[in-house]
Protein backbone atom coordinates (compact mmCIF):
# COMPACT_ATOMS: atom_id res chain seq x y z
CA UNK A 1 0.00 0.00 0.00
CA UNK A 2 2.56 2.18 0.94
CA UNK A 3 4.67 1.45 -2.29
CA UNK A 4 1.78 2.24 -4.30
CA UNK A 5 1.21 5.77 -2.52
CA UNK A 6 4.88 6.12 -3.13
CA UNK A 7 4.65 5.62 -6.93
CA UNK A 8 2.21 7.66 -7.21
CA UNK A 9 3.50 10.33 -5.75
CA UNK A 10 7.29 9.47 -8.09
CA UNK A 11 4.94 9.65 -10.65
CA UNK A 12 3.21 12.97 -10.20
CA UNK A 13 6.54 14.78 -9.83
CA UNK A 14 7.35 18.23 -11.54
CA UNK A 15 9.68 18.29 -14.17
CA UNK A 16 12.19 20.65 -14.23
CA UNK A 17 14.80 21.47 -16.91
CA UNK A 18 17.56 24.07 -16.44
CA UNK A 19 20.99 24.06 -18.21
CA UNK A 20 24.48 26.09 -17.88
CA UNK A 21 27.02 26.87 -20.11
CA UNK A 22 30.29 24.96 -19.45
CA UNK A 23 32.08 28.26 -21.02
CA UNK A 24 34.69 28.68 -18.16
CA UNK A 25 34.81 28.85 -14.18
CA UNK A 26 32.01 28.69 -12.19
CA UNK A 27 31.47 31.19 -9.93
CA UNK A 28 30.06 32.13 -6.43
CA UNK A 29 27.91 33.84 -8.50
CA UNK A 30 26.36 31.13 -10.06
CA UNK A 31 26.94 28.47 -7.25
CA UNK A 32 24.85 30.15 -4.75
CA UNK A 33 22.10 31.98 -7.68
CA UNK A 34 21.79 28.49 -9.60
CA UNK A 35 23.10 25.35 -8.86
CA UNK A 36 22.75 25.07 -4.80
CA UNK A 37 19.05 25.06 -5.63
CA UNK A 38 19.56 22.84 -8.26
CA UNK A 39 20.78 20.35 -5.90
CA UNK A 40 17.69 21.16 -3.42
CA UNK A 41 14.89 20.82 -5.92
CA UNK A 42 16.19 17.26 -6.56
CA UNK A 43 14.62 15.84 -3.60
CA UNK A 44 11.61 17.32 -4.70
CA UNK A 45 10.83 17.51 -8.28
CA UNK A 46 12.59 15.15 -11.31
CA UNK A 47 15.43 17.54 -12.47
CA UNK A 48 16.72 17.44 -15.79
CA UNK A 49 20.28 19.41 -15.73
CA UNK A 50 22.47 20.03 -19.07
CA UNK A 51 25.77 21.60 -19.79
CA UNK A 52 24.27 23.49 -22.80
CA UNK A 53 27.76 23.08 -24.92
CA UNK A 54 25.82 23.99 -28.12
CA UNK A 55 24.89 27.24 -26.83
CA UNK A 56 29.03 27.89 -26.22
CA UNK A 57 29.53 27.76 -29.77
CA UNK A 58 27.65 30.77 -30.41
CA UNK A 59 30.84 32.65 -29.20
CA UNK A 60 34.51 31.10 -30.72
CA UNK A 61 35.77 28.50 -28.37
CA UNK A 62 39.33 27.30 -28.57
CA UNK A 63 39.03 23.41 -29.08
CA UNK A 64 41.13 22.64 -26.43
CA UNK A 65 40.15 24.79 -23.52
CA UNK A 66 36.58 24.09 -24.67
CA UNK A 67 37.12 20.59 -24.24
CA UNK A 68 38.79 21.35 -21.11
CA UNK A 69 36.02 23.46 -19.72
CA UNK A 70 33.16 20.78 -20.52
CA UNK A 71 35.10 18.41 -18.68
CA UNK A 72 35.45 20.64 -15.74
CA UNK A 73 32.03 22.02 -15.72
CA UNK A 74 30.84 18.42 -15.60
CA UNK A 75 33.24 17.93 -12.32
CA UNK A 76 32.39 20.79 -10.70
CA UNK A 77 28.58 20.34 -10.90
CA UNK A 78 29.18 16.40 -9.66
CA UNK A 79 30.79 18.18 -6.61
CA UNK A 80 28.12 21.02 -6.10
CA UNK A 81 25.63 17.79 -5.44
CA UNK A 82 24.01 17.46 -8.41
CA UNK A 83 23.35 13.73 -8.34
CA UNK A 84 23.17 11.09 -11.63
CA UNK A 85 21.27 8.91 -9.26
CA UNK A 86 18.32 11.36 -8.87
CA UNK A 87 18.41 13.27 -11.71
CA UNK A 88 19.76 13.45 -15.20
CA UNK A 89 22.66 15.18 -16.10
CA UNK A 90 23.89 15.34 -19.24
CA UNK A 91 25.71 16.88 -22.42
CA UNK A 92 23.69 19.03 -24.27
CA UNK A 93 25.58 18.03 -27.55
CA UNK A 94 24.77 14.14 -26.78
CA UNK A 95 21.25 14.37 -27.56
CA UNK A 96 20.48 14.69 -30.85
CA UNK A 97 17.01 15.89 -30.57
CA UNK A 98 17.91 19.43 -29.72
CA UNK A 99 19.84 20.41 -32.67
CA UNK A 100 17.24 18.93 -34.29
CA UNK A 101 13.92 20.39 -32.67
CA UNK A 102 15.71 23.88 -32.55
CA UNK A 103 15.59 23.36 -36.31
CA UNK A 104 11.69 22.86 -36.11
CA UNK A 105 11.50 25.83 -33.95
CA UNK A 106 13.88 28.09 -36.05
CA UNK A 107 10.91 27.60 -38.12
CA UNK A 108 8.19 29.13 -36.09
CA UNK A 109 9.78 31.96 -34.40
CA UNK A 110 10.16 35.14 -36.17
CA UNK A 111 12.82 37.41 -36.95
CA UNK A 112 11.17 40.01 -34.94
CA UNK A 113 10.95 38.03 -31.90
CA UNK A 114 14.75 37.12 -32.46
CA UNK A 115 15.98 40.55 -32.85
CA UNK A 116 13.88 41.96 -29.59
CA UNK A 117 16.36 39.58 -27.21
CA UNK A 118 17.94 41.75 -25.28
CA UNK A 119 21.23 39.16 -24.77
CA UNK A 120 21.27 38.76 -28.28
CA UNK A 121 21.82 42.89 -28.98
CA UNK A 122 24.82 42.74 -25.71
CA UNK A 123 26.22 39.69 -27.24
CA UNK A 124 26.12 40.93 -31.01
CA UNK A 125 27.98 44.27 -29.49
CA UNK A 126 30.20 42.92 -27.60
CA UNK A 127 31.61 40.18 -30.28
CA UNK A 128 30.80 42.38 -33.33
CA UNK A 129 33.21 40.63 -35.42
CA UNK A 130 31.56 37.44 -34.67
CA UNK A 131 27.51 38.26 -35.10
CA UNK A 132 26.45 34.70 -36.30
CA UNK A 133 23.23 32.87 -36.94
CA UNK A 134 23.60 30.80 -33.72
CA UNK A 135 24.03 33.49 -32.17
CA UNK A 136 20.71 34.98 -33.28
CA UNK A 137 18.83 31.65 -33.21
CA UNK A 138 20.24 30.71 -29.32
CA UNK A 139 16.43 31.29 -28.46
CA UNK A 140 14.97 28.86 -29.98
CA UNK A 141 17.73 26.31 -29.06
CA UNK A 142 16.77 27.20 -25.88
CA UNK A 143 13.34 26.48 -26.39
CA UNK A 144 14.35 23.62 -27.46
CA UNK A 145 16.26 22.23 -24.98
CA UNK A 146 13.25 22.88 -22.44
CA UNK A 147 10.20 21.86 -24.55
CA UNK A 148 11.53 18.16 -25.75
CA UNK A 149 11.16 17.15 -21.55
CA UNK A 150 7.80 18.98 -21.59
CA UNK A 151 9.37 20.61 -18.60
CA UNK A 152 6.83 22.07 -15.95
CA UNK A 153 9.49 24.56 -14.61
CA UNK A 154 12.64 26.20 -15.64
CA UNK A 155 14.56 27.69 -12.62
CA UNK A 156 15.90 30.74 -14.49
CA UNK A 157 17.83 33.87 -13.49
CA UNK A 158 16.42 37.36 -14.35
CA UNK A 159 18.91 37.46 -17.58
CA UNK A 160 17.20 34.24 -19.04
CA UNK A 161 13.68 35.29 -18.39
CA UNK A 162 13.12 36.74 -21.98
CA UNK A 163 14.20 33.37 -23.74
CA UNK A 164 11.90 31.64 -21.15
CA UNK A 165 9.06 33.98 -22.05
CA UNK A 166 9.73 33.10 -25.69
CA UNK A 167 10.04 29.77 -25.03
CA UNK A 168 6.41 29.80 -23.51
CA UNK A 169 5.45 31.59 -26.98
CA UNK A 170 6.32 29.23 -29.34
CA UNK A 171 4.92 26.93 -27.35
CA UNK A 172 1.85 27.88 -27.43
CA UNK A 173 1.95 28.85 -31.08
CA UNK A 174 2.87 25.70 -31.95
CA UNK A 175 0.04 24.38 -30.03
CA UNK A 176 -2.29 26.82 -31.44
CA UNK A 177 -1.38 25.47 -34.87
CA UNK A 178 -1.13 21.82 -34.47
CA UNK A 179 -2.92 20.31 -30.92
CA UNK A 180 -0.92 20.13 -27.87
CA UNK A 181 1.82 18.89 -28.58
CA UNK A 182 4.24 20.73 -25.55
CA UNK A 183 3.90 21.79 -22.16
CA UNK A 184 4.04 25.96 -21.66
CA UNK A 185 6.71 25.54 -19.09
CA UNK A 186 6.59 28.05 -15.93
CA UNK A 187 9.66 30.09 -14.65
CA UNK A 188 10.66 28.95 -11.16
CA UNK A 189 11.80 31.69 -8.76
CA UNK A 190 13.83 30.05 -5.69
CA UNK A 191 13.10 30.69 -2.07
CA UNK A 192 16.37 31.31 -1.31
CA UNK A 193 18.12 32.69 -4.40
CA UNK A 194 21.10 35.40 -4.18
CA UNK A 195 21.80 37.59 -6.90
CA UNK A 196 25.74 37.81 -6.04
CA UNK A 197 27.01 40.71 -7.19
CA UNK A 198 30.86 42.23 -8.35
CA UNK A 199 33.20 42.34 -5.38
CA UNK A 200 34.68 45.32 -6.97
CA UNK A 201 31.74 46.77 -8.27
CA UNK A 202 28.48 45.59 -6.90
CA UNK A 203 25.99 47.52 -9.26
CA UNK A 204 26.93 44.65 -11.93
CA UNK A 205 26.20 41.23 -11.57
CA UNK A 206 29.48 38.08 -10.34
CA UNK A 207 30.83 37.54 -13.69
CA UNK A 208 33.71 35.54 -14.99
CA UNK A 209 34.65 37.52 -17.92
CA UNK A 210 34.99 40.46 -15.48
CA UNK A 211 38.81 41.79 -16.29
CA UNK A 212 39.38 42.38 -12.54
CA UNK A 213 39.96 38.91 -10.71
CA UNK A 214 39.15 40.57 -7.38
CA UNK A 215 35.51 41.19 -8.28
CA UNK A 216 34.54 37.31 -8.59
CA UNK A 217 34.95 34.08 -6.80
CA UNK A 218 35.01 31.01 -8.27
CA UNK A 219 34.86 27.55 -7.05
CA UNK A 220 38.20 26.48 -7.55
CA UNK A 221 39.99 29.48 -5.83
CA UNK A 222 42.23 28.48 -2.70
CA UNK A 223 41.18 29.51 1.03
CA UNK A 224 44.28 32.34 0.74
CA UNK A 225 42.50 33.97 -2.06
CA UNK A 226 39.01 34.38 -1.48
CA UNK A 227 39.78 35.69 1.86
CA UNK A 228 41.89 38.33 0.02
CA UNK A 229 39.05 38.83 -2.54
CA UNK A 230 36.84 39.52 0.20
CA UNK A 231 39.31 41.74 2.20
CA UNK A 232 39.27 44.13 -1.05
CA UNK A 233 35.47 43.99 -1.61
CA UNK A 234 34.23 47.55 -1.93
CA UNK A 235 32.02 48.95 0.53
CA UNK A 236 30.73 52.26 2.01
CA UNK A 237 31.75 54.59 4.17
CA UNK A 238 29.25 54.49 6.78
CA UNK A 239 30.55 51.54 8.67
CA UNK A 240 27.75 50.17 9.51
CA UNK A 241 26.30 46.54 8.34
CA UNK A 242 23.25 47.38 7.93
CA UNK A 243 20.68 46.37 4.76
CA UNK A 244 20.07 49.85 2.71
CA UNK A 245 20.10 52.40 -0.01
CA UNK A 246 23.53 53.03 -1.79
CA UNK A 247 25.42 50.14 0.05
CA UNK A 248 25.05 48.06 -2.67
CA UNK A 249 29.03 46.62 -1.69
CA UNK A 250 27.74 45.61 2.24
CA UNK A 251 23.92 44.65 0.90
CA UNK A 252 25.45 42.15 -1.53
CA UNK A 253 27.88 40.67 1.37
CA UNK A 254 24.66 40.54 3.59
CA UNK A 255 22.99 38.94 0.72
CA UNK A 256 26.55 36.24 0.31
CA UNK A 257 26.49 35.41 4.15
CA UNK A 258 22.52 35.11 4.61
CA UNK A 259 22.10 32.82 1.65
CA UNK A 260 25.22 30.36 3.00
CA UNK A 261 24.44 30.24 6.90
CA UNK A 262 20.24 30.86 6.40
CA UNK A 263 20.50 34.07 8.57
CA UNK A 264 18.26 36.76 8.24
CA UNK A 265 19.36 40.28 7.97
CA UNK A 266 17.94 41.51 11.19
CA UNK A 267 20.21 38.25 12.59
CA UNK A 268 23.35 39.72 10.69
CA UNK A 269 22.89 43.39 11.87
CA UNK A 270 22.49 42.04 15.33
CA UNK A 271 25.59 40.05 15.10
CA UNK A 272 27.80 42.87 13.75
CA UNK A 273 26.26 45.46 15.79
CA UNK A 274 29.21 48.15 16.78
CA UNK A 275 31.88 45.76 15.12
CA UNK A 276 34.09 47.00 11.67
CA UNK A 277 33.43 46.10 8.14
CA UNK A 278 36.96 44.10 8.25
CA UNK A 279 34.98 42.00 10.94
CA UNK A 280 32.07 41.84 8.65
CA UNK A 281 34.14 40.76 5.32
CA UNK A 282 36.46 38.12 7.18
CA UNK A 283 33.33 36.30 8.32
CA UNK A 284 31.79 36.42 4.81
CA UNK A 285 35.15 34.94 3.63
CA UNK A 286 35.48 32.40 6.28
CA UNK A 287 31.74 31.69 5.58
CA UNK A 288 32.62 30.91 1.49
CA UNK A 289 35.79 29.09 2.16
CA UNK A 290 34.06 26.52 4.68
CA UNK A 291 31.22 26.09 2.14
CA UNK A 292 33.37 25.44 -1.18
CA UNK A 293 36.10 23.78 0.75
CA UNK A 294 34.13 20.00 0.35
CA UNK A 295 32.94 21.48 -3.33
CA UNK A 296 36.83 21.82 -4.17
CA UNK A 297 37.85 18.64 -2.72
CA UNK A 298 35.17 16.77 -4.37
CA UNK A 299 36.14 18.60 -7.35
CA UNK A 300 39.59 17.22 -7.18
CA UNK A 301 38.21 13.83 -7.22
CA UNK A 302 35.77 13.68 -10.09
CA UNK A 303 38.22 15.46 -12.22
CA UNK A 304 40.51 12.74 -11.91
CA UNK A 305 38.11 10.03 -12.32
CA UNK A 306 36.76 10.61 -15.85
CA UNK A 307 36.14 7.31 -16.35
CA UNK A 308 33.49 7.66 -13.65
CA UNK A 309 32.20 10.81 -15.12
CA UNK A 310 32.05 9.46 -18.50
CA UNK A 311 29.66 6.77 -17.15
CA UNK A 312 27.20 9.23 -15.41
CA UNK A 313 27.14 12.03 -18.59
CA UNK A 314 26.32 8.79 -20.81
CA UNK A 315 23.98 6.79 -18.73
CA UNK A 316 22.04 9.90 -18.47
CA UNK A 317 22.07 11.05 -22.25
CA UNK A 318 20.71 7.30 -23.18
CA UNK A 319 17.78 7.91 -21.17
CA UNK A 320 17.61 12.01 -22.27
CA UNK A 321 17.55 10.16 -26.04
CA UNK A 322 14.85 8.32 -25.87
CA UNK A 323 12.54 10.40 -23.54
CA UNK A 324 13.65 13.56 -25.71
CA UNK A 325 13.08 11.37 -29.29
CA UNK A 326 9.31 10.86 -28.01
CA UNK A 327 8.48 14.91 -28.27
CA UNK A 328 10.43 15.45 -31.34
CA UNK A 329 8.63 12.39 -33.09
CA UNK A 330 5.59 14.26 -32.02
CA UNK A 331 6.24 17.36 -32.97
CA UNK A 332 7.38 16.06 -36.26
CA UNK A 333 4.46 13.82 -36.54
CA UNK A 334 1.87 16.98 -36.07
CA UNK A 335 3.84 19.29 -38.84
CA UNK A 336 3.84 16.97 -41.46
CA UNK A 337 6.90 14.55 -41.73
CA UNK A 338 6.93 11.55 -43.36
CA UNK A 339 8.73 9.15 -39.97
CA UNK A 340 11.14 6.23 -40.50
N1 LIG B 1 21.29 30.11 -21.86
C1 LIG B 1 21.40 29.66 -20.50
C2 LIG B 1 22.49 30.48 -19.78
O1 LIG B 1 23.42 30.94 -20.40
C3 LIG B 1 21.78 28.21 -20.44
C4 LIG B 1 20.68 27.38 -21.01
C5 LIG B 1 20.68 26.69 -22.18
C6 LIG B 1 19.41 27.13 -20.40
N2 LIG B 1 19.51 26.04 -22.35
C7 LIG B 1 18.71 26.28 -21.29
C8 LIG B 1 18.82 27.55 -19.19
C9 LIG B 1 17.41 25.86 -21.00
C10 LIG B 1 17.51 27.12 -18.91
C11 LIG B 1 16.83 26.28 -19.81
O2 LIG B 1 22.40 30.63 -18.59
Redesign the pocket.
Known sequence: MENTQNNEKTEKKKIV?????P?GTITLGNYLG?LKNWVIMQEEFNCIF?L?DL?TITVRQEPAAFRKNVAEAYASLLACGIDPEKSLFFI?SHVTTHAQLAWLLNCYTQFGELSRMT?FKDKSAKHADNVNAGLFT?PS??AA??LLYQ?DM????A??KQ??EL?RNIAERFNGLYGNTFKVPEPYIPKNGARVMSLQDPTKKMSKSDENVNGFITLMDNPDVIMKKFKRAVTDSEARVAYGEGKDGINNLMSIYSTITGKTFEEIENEFDGKGYGDFKTAVGEAVVEELRPVRERFERYISDKAYMKECYTKSAEIAQKFSQRTLDKAMRKVGFVLK
Open positions: FSAIQSAAAHQQYLMDIAVPVGDQHLT
